[in-house]
């Protein structure tokens, strides 16, 4: 049951709406939205203006100095002879596909084991998010730089081992590994979704099934997963939606420029470039439109399959 | 899909009890100025320049550059303002790396600043879209200046950049680090390119492990150009084409494999982080290079980040003569002023005290090259530092060994440089023979200077 389903619930009231009520409605509704003005303000002319301005503009040809100029279908035809956005798309999805499982694993794997009631959970849980904040700030992409450069940390740890690591950022089989690593890293917000969702587990399923002798896995495998799929799947839309936008991370890492050699050329960085960089601003609307479609056949994918794998229990 | 169930409490619970009229009023009036306040806050940020009510006029002022650009520029200013009291200058500067993204988006918001720093990789590109201020209108004083530097600044859209210095290319030496390894400084008005390879990997094998003879070239197109214009071609052409072939490009990448191969240079990874650094980190600054390719106006930052003396060395010729280095003038960079400023009286004045005052030239020394201004030159060379000292006697030797003027980049000349690191690291990894990443990128450079 969604949320608005069970707001117009609310507002079915039995017996007949009097004239006074219903004029007295209409200035609750007033207030309402004179109390919602400031974030509608906001919302239209920092969100909406702009995206249908860029829904405009992906339909141009427009450099930023002089006023765009309508060439139609134009800039979507280019995308398709475009090698490198080609390839930027490879790299996005390869970061989306790897990231994502491997980071939602981690995050379960990691809230298994804080639900364990250890103690100082709340010390061990801030610990583990800690990543999360940190993580898309520009300060951590650095960092990062640093531990997977050619003598940072990583190599000299391996060097002590008489192995002679390659410099994982620099070198284009290995960076965009390091940058999915990185993301990985930051399992922190799904962590905590999932903690919660552990806690609204009934025990007395755990409890039945000690008693018809079931081992921990089969008790991981046959209820903490089925019903814990529900949050898998909201951490899942989120997550790949987050993914698919990523940005920060591969524009630090590799110092604004996608390389070495595009590896980790993610579509939002090509996007940047183009209309940033190379004043091809109607041709970088039109990319960002072309991912909102994506992502978009991303989460209805999602949730058309959810139906075969999500399990609710009310 | 409840994922968090609110109790049920919640939910149940009716309407709140209703309020009076007049306090219902009193609430709605404090929700309008709350309103009001929020869009006024929010239309209250940005917003180009404008001058106050006691006619003081603000412009803003943005460039490129590290700290010791920054300390010597803000002083420049600070002279300024003391002689025009009315006018006030405000400084944004930054990295280079961020520097276009910043302008091409403040211009596309009619944001730009009043004086802009310009390069002659970009000078084109703005010209032509009648973003720069046509400044020969103005009254700028430019009978002093360099002739070359001045016709560096001239198009068919009019004077859009007064030079603000000129530079060479140049090879630095850290001779620290050929000290350390015994090995004798290369004699640079003889040396040829199969010198320049031989003394790298020999300083390389004789330092410590990390410690290279030279820095590759490849990550930018000043090293592609002089190596071009020694073979008799050249990076563009006058009437705005590429002046080379691919097989052009693919012999430069052959050579530079070929010093990665000797190890001459840092192996490909080292040279991808390399490019990322600044100035002050670079190979040369921090004791890792013997040899490094910068432009001559960088010589006093480099010296004060390595804290120690580096020499300017010609670029290594073909034939190990002098003459054939076919170097050139540079304009280091541009004093341009954006078309849509609203002051261009004042903004005229401030580019002329750069670079045309005595009084700015004295601030400013050689940190943007050496001064266009023949007078100006004469009158600060007793204040020039040791460092400023050997880039304008190396300005002054090469005088006689320049090749012709290179034609100016065209448009969408900015993303040239862009490619070429992108395919130089292609061939360092061995992911593409020299020769197709020579087809490729010449094709990706004609479509992005076409366009």
Redesign the interface.
Known sequence: ???IS?LSS?SRRKGPVTEEEKR?NR?DN??AY??L??WL??LV?ITVGPMLMSLYLAFTDY????PPEWTGLDNFTRMLGDARLHNSLRVTFTYVLVGVPLQLAVALLIALVLDKGLRGLPFYRSVFYLPSLLGGSVAVAILW?QIF???GLVNQVLAMFGIAG??W????STSLGSIILLHVWTFGSPMIIFL??LRQIPNMYYEAAEVDGATTLQKFWRITLPMLS??IF?NLVLQIIGSFQSFTQAFIV????G????STMFFTLYL??KG??????GYASAMAWFLLVIIGAFTAVNFIASKYWVF?D? | MPLFPRPATAAASGAPAKPAKAKRRLRATAAVAAAAAAVLALSACGGPAQSSADGKVELRFSWWGGDKRAQVTQAAIAAFEAENPNIKIKAEYGDWSGYWDKLATQVAANDAPDIIQMDEKYITEYSTRGALLDLSKYGIDTSKLDEAALNAGKSDDGLTGIAAGINAATILANPAVFKAAGVALPDDKTWTWEDFERISAEVTAKSPKGTYGAAAYGTDEASLGVWLRQNGKSLYTSDGKLGFEPSDIAGWWDFLKQLSEKKAVPSASEVVEAEAAPLDQSGLATGKNGLAFWWSNQLPALEKAAGGELQVLRFPSKTGKAANTQLWYKASQFWSASSRTKHPEEVAKFINFLANDTKAGEILLADRGVYPNSEVRAAIQAKLTPADVKVVKFIDQIKGELGEAPAPPPKGAGAIQEIIKRYSSEVLFNRLSTQDAGTKAVDEMNSAISS
Not at chain 1, 63 to 66: K, R
Not at chain 1, 259 to 262: A, I, L, T
């Open positions: 049951m969604s949320a069970e609310m007295a200035r007033k207030a004179i109390f003005l400031p303000v906001g002319v450099n930023l100095l002089q730089k450069g050619t003598t390659p410099g950022i620099s070198d284009p919660a969702g529900p949050i909201f590799s110092g604004g420029n390389g070495p050699s595009d940047y470039q940033f960089g190379q004043f091809d601003m609710y009310d």
